[in-house]
């Protein structure tokens, strides 16, 4: 099942090329829950309700892809979990670079995972607002998970009991001395897309290829084959600092090819089992609001 959220705040299933509308499953739900949970409602309450997501979207007149403004497929995660320095080919290059200043680079099990401010969050149709275009921002393509079942503490061979679904992530960076919770929380910097593939459809996660261009330039094309620490390795261990609610995204950190962006730029990533998105860059503009 392919799960987005689109336009204003509704909730769709994409079946080919179109969007059916479940928008109203999505307000039972909410008006079911109670307001001190931990975690997405909707995600939370995926396994009991898509059965009934799945036949209300085959009684619905599809929308065109083309006509609806993707947001990020989870509207609430409790928080936004991020793995640094997860292939080694992009720890060489960043060891390698002469235009920033790196600081000595320890592997992932010393450097542990981050956070990045759950306000950062968008969908594909929202873009990217670039903060501060006088410093070195860079796109960063990553395999992103949704934590579907609370756990903490969870056992490697539990692991993908615990995912939702699948989905691309651009953890967007501006290179700098700061701390990365920093450096990657301006609103906008964290897009997650197109939709939610569900886990069942992904038989390997372990082995997904995926790849980003910035203009039609390919910059990114690697595998999760290639991660450090894998998939389940990553769900266990994070789980052992926090407790993981349904809607928690997880970014699985970013391949060798990461490289600068502007305004006016469009960002293309895909994977062939997940789909693909255009994201546009834009400058942010100040408002007082
Ligand atoms: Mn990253």
Redesign the pocket.
């Known amino acids: 099942m392919k799960l987005c959220r689109y336009n204003d705040d509704r909730l769709g299933l994409v079946i080919g090329s179109h969007v059916h509308d479940v928008t109203s499953i999505q307000d039972e739900i909410v008006r079911a829950s109670r307001y001190a949970m931990r975690g997405d409602a909707v995600i939370s309450a995926l396994g009991a309700y898509r059965d009934r997501m799945g036949i209300m979207a085959k009684g619905e007149p599809g929308i065109s892809l083309s006509e609806v403004r993707l947001l990020s497929p989870v509207a609430r995660p409790t928080k936004v979990m ?1 793995a ?1 320095v997860n292939y080694k080919k992009h720890i060489a290059e960043m060891q390698n670079r002469t235009d920033i200043v790196i600081k000595f680079l320890p592997h992932i099990g010393d450097a542990g995972i981050f956070l990045k401010a759950n306000s950062s969050l968008v969908g594909p149709s929202e873009g990217i607002a670039v903060r501060f275009p006088e410093r070195i921002t860079e796109h ?1 393509a ?1 395999i992103a998970l949704i934590i579907g079942k609370e756990g903490s503490d969870i056992p490697r061979d539990r692991a993908l009991d615990h995912v939702a679904g699948y989905c691309l992530g651009l ?1 967007m ?1 501006v290179r700098g001395s700061e701390d990365r919770s920093l450096r990657k929380s301006m609103d906008t910097y964290s897009v997650l897309g197109p939709w939610m593939v569900t886990a069942d459809e992904i038989s390997d996660p372990d082995a997904l290829p995926f790849e980003l261009t910035v203009n039609g330039e390919l910059r990114q094309k690697s595998n999760t084959n290639d991660l450090i620490f894998d998939i389940r390795k990553l769900i266990s261990w994070a789980s052992t600092f926090y407790t993981l609610y349904p809607g928690d995204v997880l ?1 699985t ?2 391949p060798e090819g990461v490289g600068k962006i502007k305004d006016g730029d469009t960002i293309h990533i895909e994977s062939g089992p997940l789909g693909s998105m255009d994201v546009a860059v834009r400058l942010h503009r100040a408002s007082a609001g």
């Open positions: 991020a640094p960063e990553e953890d960076t970014y950190g970013t």
